[in-house]
């Protein structure tokens, strides 16, 4: 685990993407925390707030690992991260678990959210740096392939963890056995990216692709004290607000949007909506990434923040008003969000090149530590504020949209202000790569 394993000759880089979705489906799991959030309310009698506590730590933890552990990731390879996420987000399912046993809920906050959340920001950032490495000529696609699994990872948990609940039940002890499983089952899957991935031999993976290393080179600790890094982490905070908001509440979000019209919406149907949601989320990442290979990161960020504004526009007029609108809008939020997420190293391989583009990335990550306590405060503190006022249905949360859309343009003009970054700030091109391919045998 010391050194990154490097590929021997005539190694396919189609191998990469699927070490990575390995983790990152694994870790994806987070988005499915919905599912979990009812049942733990009634068992421990637990609030909205309270119940999206380890759910928001774990993203705070996700930035605060990935930022600290950047410069770590870059230094011991992709191998020791992934072992690193691993030993933490099992480890975190079984602190859970033990948690949800004895009935003490700051078990579950400190598994879920604190040990968990190091394994998630260990293991989003872990391959990106060598899948852009690996694709120099498609670096949206290759980052957007992994980073799906992330955004699909709750397409696999919503169902499967709602039908552990069914079959284990809805109390304490049924919560801990979902948890357990969980761990045990999601270390076994995450083992098989750490045997899979390599580096490259080279700063040219495929003879007629560009250099790994060509264009513009800034380092981790210039890049933080550019207005470019600054202006890319606001419209990731924004965008990650925007739509974690939705994604963190969505199964009891669309019970009270419906729940006084003449279908309500069922308990499995809205596990059926987090799915969905899910769906447009890992779509989304591959989709749109790609599709900023074609049209550019700024323009393809246009469309996130500002049809992403428009929809949550829409939703707020008329969603509790027509079913399918309110799930149009919200699978194409979180398209966008998810888009975002997969787009954005790209993005900071364009303005800073790639040769510390893991550790900026980390660093850039901070803002979903933000934005993972902001989105879920948002809509959970002031449905529950709502609640107490004696609002019901889609008054919930007309006042928390109406914030998402100031967030959202927010984003959309600090991304009009990226420029390219200036030349003093550049580095010479470094031969890392180079100097690997030497010294292995051939």
Not at 29 to 58: C, D, H, I
Request: proline content about 6%; overall charge neutral.
């Amino acid at each position: 685990m010391s050194s990154p394993p490097v590929a021997p000759p005539g190694w396919s880089r189609w191998l990469v993407p699927p070490a990575a979705l390995s983790v990152h489906l694994s870790i994806g799991q987070a988005y499915a925390w919905s599912v979990f959030k009812p049942p733990l309310e009634s068992a421990l009698n637990l609030s909205g707030t309270e119940s999206a506590l380890p759910f928001q730590l774990a993203i705070v933890m996700l930035g605060l690992s990935a930022a600290f552990g950047g410069t770590l990731v870059e230094r011991n390879g992709p191998r020791w991260a992934m072992t690193v996420a691993l030993i933490c987000f099992s480890t975190g399912f079984l602190i859970s678990a033990l948690g949800a046993e004895t009935k003490q809920y700051w078990l579950i906050v400190l598994g879920y959210g604190f040990v968990g959340g190091i394994g998630l920001g260990i293991g989003y950032i872990s391959p990106v740096s060598t899948l852009i490495k690996w694709f120099p000529d498609r670096p949206g696609m290759a980052t957007g392939i992994a980073i799906m699994g992330f955004g699909g990872g709750a397409l696999i948990a919503s169902p499967w963890s709602a039908q552990m609940l069914s079959s284990f039940g809805g109390d304490n002890d049924g919560i801990a056995l979902a948890f357990l499983v969980h761990g045990l089952a999601y270390a076994v899957f995450m083992t098989l990216g750490v045997l899979l991935i390599r580096v490259p031999r080279s700063e040219k993976p495929v003879a007629d692709a560009p250099s790994a290393f060509e264009g513009a080179q800034v380092s981790a600790n210039t890049a933080i004290r550019t207005p470019q890094f600054w202006c890319l982490w606001v419209v990731l905070c924004m965008n990650v607000t925007a739509g974690i908001g939705i994604l963190e509440k969505a199964a009891p979000m669309i019970t009270d949007f419906f729940a006084d019209s003449s279908t309500p919406v069922t308990v499995s149907a809205a596990a059926g909506f987090v799915a969905l949601l899910s769906a447009a989320n890992m779509a989304g990442r591959i989709g749109w990434s790609s599709t900023s290979d074609l049209i550019g990161r700024k323009n393809i960020y246009r469309v996130y923040l500002g049809v992403g504004a428009l929809m949550y526009l829409l939703i707020t007029l008329f969603g509790d008003s027509s079913k399918p609108l309110f799930i149009l809008c919200a699978l194409v939020i979180l398209s966008f969000y998810g888009g975002g997420f997969a787009t954005v190293p790209a993005y900071l391989k364009d303005l800073f090149g790639t040769y510390q583009v893991g550790a900026i990335h980390g660093r850039l990550l901070t803002a979903w530590s933000l934005a993972g306590v902001l989105g879920p405060l948002i809509v959970n503190w002031i449905a529950d504020h709502q609640k107490d006022a004696g609002k019901h249905g889609g008054d919930l949360y007309t006042l928390s949209f109406g914030i998402m859309i100031g967030l959202l343009v927010i984003g959309f003009v600090a991304n009009e202000l990226i420029r390219p970054v200036n030349v003093r700030h550049h580095i010479p091109a470094p031969r890392e790569a180079v100097d690997v391919e030497r010294e292995q045998p051939a």
